[in-house]
C-alpha cells in the first residue's frame, strides 16, 4: 500500500501534468505545496520509524508520534546538516568520529529550498511561481526520496541516518537555535 507521501508526490506530479500549456497559479502553487509536504511526511515515517521501530503494532504510536515533528525545528536541522562546510557542522562530526555522506548534505538542502518555496507559493502572492519552479520541487523531492532510501540500504551510513532522524525530532544538534 503507497504511503501518504507517495501519494502526495503522484499527486504534485499529476497537477504539473494537468494543463500542458500555462497552468494557472493555483495549479502550480499546489503542485509546490504538495511537492513540500510529500518530503515532510517522508521524513515524519522515516524519523518516527528510526525511533518507534516499522512493525505494523507501531502505525498509531508513530502517527501520534509524527504529530510533535515542527516544520521550524526540522529546517533549523535540515540548514546544520546541509552546510557541511560550516566550522561547527565540522567540530559535531569530529565529535562523533564520521563524516557525513554527501547524501545527507542533499537531503537536507532540498528540504530546506523546499519549505521556502512553498512558503513562496502559498504566502507570497505578488511573485508567480512557474511550471518549472514546481517541476523543480517535484524532481529534489522525488531525488530526496531516492538518497535516503539509497542511503538505508548501505550499513556504513545507517548511524548517520540515525543520529539525522533523532535531530530532525528534536532539534537536539550543536546548531544555534
Same mark, same amino acid.
Given at each position: 500500500?503507497?504511503?501518504?507521501?507517495?501519494?502526495?508526490?503522484?499527486?504534485?506530479?499529476?497537477?504539473? @501534468?494537468?494543463?500542458?500549456?500555462?497552468?494557472?497559479?493555483?495549479?502550480?502553487?499546489?503542485?509546490?505545496?504538495?511537492?513540500?509536504?510529500?518530503?515532510?511526511?517522508?521524513?515524519?515515517?522515516?524519523?518516527?520509524?528510526?525511533?518507534?521501530?516499522?512493525?505494523?503494532?507501531?502505525?498509531?504510536?508513530?502517527?501520534?508520534?509524527?504529530?510533535?515533528?515542527?516544520?521550524?525545528?526540522?529546517?533549523?536541522?535540515?540548514? +546544520?546538516?546541509?552546510? /557541511?562546510?560550516?566550522?561547527?557542522?565540522?567540530?559535531?562530526?569530529? %565529535?562523533?568520529?564520521?563524516? /557525513?555522506?554527501?547524501?545527507?548534505?542533499?537531503?537536507?538542502?532540498?528540504?530546506?529550498?523546499?519549505?521556502?518555496?512553498?512558503?513562496?507559493?502559498?504566502?507570497?502572492?505578488?511573485?508567480?511561481? /512557474?511550471?518549472?519552479?514546481?517541476? %523543480?520541487?517535484?524532481?529534489?523531492?522525488?531525488?530526496? +526520496?531516492? @538518497?535516503?532510501?539509497?542511503?538505508?540500504?548501505?550499513?556504513?551510513?545507517?548511524?548517520?541516518?540515525?543520529? +539525522?532522524?533523532?535531530?530532525?525530532?528534536?532539534?537536539?544538534?550543536?546548531?544555534?537555535?
Amino acid at each position: 500500500m503507497p504511503q501518504l507521501c507517495d501519494d502526495l508526490l503522484t499527486q504534485a506530479k499529476e497537477l504539473v @501534468l494537468k494543463d500542458k500549456r500555462k497552468p494557472r497559479q493555483a495549479t502550480v502553487r499546489r503542485a509546490v505545496s504538495t511537492s513540500y509536504y510529500a518530503l515532510f511526511h517522508f521524513f515524519s515515517d522515516k524519523v518516527t520509524r528510526a525511533i518507534i521501530g516499522g512493525q505494523n503494532d507501531f502505525a498509531e504510536v508513530r502517527s501520534w508520534q509524527a504529530r510533535a515533528l515542527e516544520h521550524g525545528v526540522m529546517k533549523k536541522v535540515c540548514k +546544520f546538516f546541509g552546510n /557541511t562546510s560550516d566550522p561547527v557542522f565540522q567540530d559535531f562530526e569530529t %565529535k562523533l568520529n564520521f563524516t /557525513t555522506p554527501p547524501e545527507i548534505a542533499r537531503i537536507a538542502q532540498a528540504f530546506v529550498e523546499l519549505q521556502e518555496l512553498r512558503h513562496d507559493a502559498d504566502y507570497n502572492l505578488s511573485e508567480p511561481i /512557474t511550471k518549472s519552479d514546481a517541476t %523543480k520541487a517535484i524532481q529534489q523531492t522525488d531525488q530526496a +526520496f531516492r @538518497l535516503w532510501n539509497a542511503l538505508e540500504q548501505q550499513q556504513q551510513h545507517s548511524k548517520m541516518l540515525l543520529i +539525522f532522524s533523532l535531530s530532525l525530532f528534536g532539534g537536539k544538534t550543536s546548531a544555534k537555535r
